[in-house]
């Protein structure tokens, strides 16, 4: 399984960026899929995942400003995110998981100017 992220960028604070996250085979292969994020001395963190059934989680920090969707027939899993602020500057991390098994693609860099 491999799993590619693209779609980061340099953005102004309040501007939007779209990651995704297209994988090698059937996305329902995984139980969950989602993103994380690191900065330089901190623990990645979880930013959204959501789960074959649908449902979904948003940290605190993001909840209202980023969505987390996906499209079957892509195989891709979408990070749309709104209204950045500059705290969300990090490496984001695509990942999905399954039956105690997890996957991570390449980071792709996102950076949000003052």
């Known amino acids: 399984v491999q799993l590619q992220a693209s779609g980061g960028g340099l953005v102004q604070a309040g501007g939007s960026l779209r990651l995704s996250c297209a994988a090698s085979g059937n996305i329902f292969t995984f139980t969950v899929m989602g993103w994380y994020r690191q900065v330089p001395g901190k623990q990645r963190e979880l930013v959204a995942n959501?789960?074959?059934?649908?449902?979904?989680y948003y940290a605190d920090s993001v909840k209202g400003r980023f969505t987390i969707a996906r499209d079957t027939a892509k195989n891709t899993v979408y990070l749309q995110m709104n209204s950045l602020k500059p705290e969300d500057t990090a490496v984001y991390y695509c990942?999905?998981?399954?039956?105690?098994?997890?996957?991570w693609g390449q980071g792709t860099q996102v950076t949000v100017s003052s």
């Open positions: 990942n999905a998981g399954h039956r105690g098994t997890t996957w």
């Open positions: 959501i789960f074959r059934g649908g449902s979904s």
